[in-house]
Antibody, heavy 126, light 112 residues
């Protein structure tokens, strides 16, 4: 079955960077888009960005432009999300989630999130 | 401030029917983009319960149904059960600068 396993919780100071991982298994890694989504404490969800595992292209939210970097490693079927210049309002649980097939282009990119990782808590304080 | 608007909470007694609304705009739901619904139990990752407006993944009871009209969508849950108590989120695609993926703020369902 599809399994997305994320790295453990992180505690960071404001201004630092954090890099979290999401290892995929149970399917052909390069065939499905992966997204990062975050949820601040007691809040709703916010989309962070998308990775095309086949070619490595990415796109992220305008709000996080310039601070977020998403990469993938096809040899380990893992995607990474690095967030720099951390602020207190970056404190959230970060999830990776799989959407549709890369072969379906933008339709597949923005289909529903059928599988989710368990989440990684990133806590930022001064 | 979420792009899609949901009521913060709804409640119902076991066996009753409840609905959760999700109101968007002309750049998302009103533009014809599909709506997804997720259930999030406390301390767990979300699970999709309705995709593409009104489709249930296998394993989701038919007590859950979705609909969409104009700039809004709704999730209906019939025959409420204690295990349905959770947070529910809607999600859609948005063609404006707010997008491309937008969520509702979530609705806490309490089973009385």
């Amino acid at each position: 079955q599809v399994l997305l396993v994320q790295s453990g919780a992180e505690v960071k100071k404001t201004g630092a960077s954090v890099k979290i991982s999401c290892k995929a298994s149970g399917y052909t890694f390069i065939n499905y888009y992966l997204h990062w989504v975050r949820q601040a404490p007691g809040q709703g969800f916010e989309w962070v960005g998308i990775v095309n595992p086949r070619g490595g292209s990415t796109s992220n939210s305008l709000k996080l432009q310039g601070r977020v970097t998403m990469t993938r490693d096809t040899s380990t079927t893992t995607v990474y999300m690095e967030l720099s210049s951390l602020r207190s309002d970056d404190t959230a649980v970060y999830y990776c989630a799989r959407s549709g097939s890369v072969d379906e282009g933008i339709v597949g990119a923005y289909m529903s999130f059928q599988s989710w990782g368990q989440g990684t808590l990133v806590s930022v304080s001064s | 401030q979420s792009v899609l608007t949901q009521p913060p909470s709804v409640s119902g007694a076991p066996g009753q029917r409840v609905t959760i609304s999700c109101t968007g705009s002309s750049s998302n739901i009103g533009a014809g983009y599909d709506v997804q619904w997720y259930q999030q139990l406390p301390g767990t990752a979300p699970k999709v319960i309705i995709y593409d407006n009104n489709n249930r993944p296998s394993g989701v009871p038919d007590r859950f149904s979705g609909s969409k009209s104009g700039t809004s969508a709704s999730l209906a849950i019939t025959g409420l059960q204690a295990e349905d108590e959770a947070d529910y989120f809607c999600q859609s695609y948005d063609g404006s600068l707010s997008g491309p993926v937008v969520f509702g703020g979530g609705t806490k369902l309490t089973v009385l």
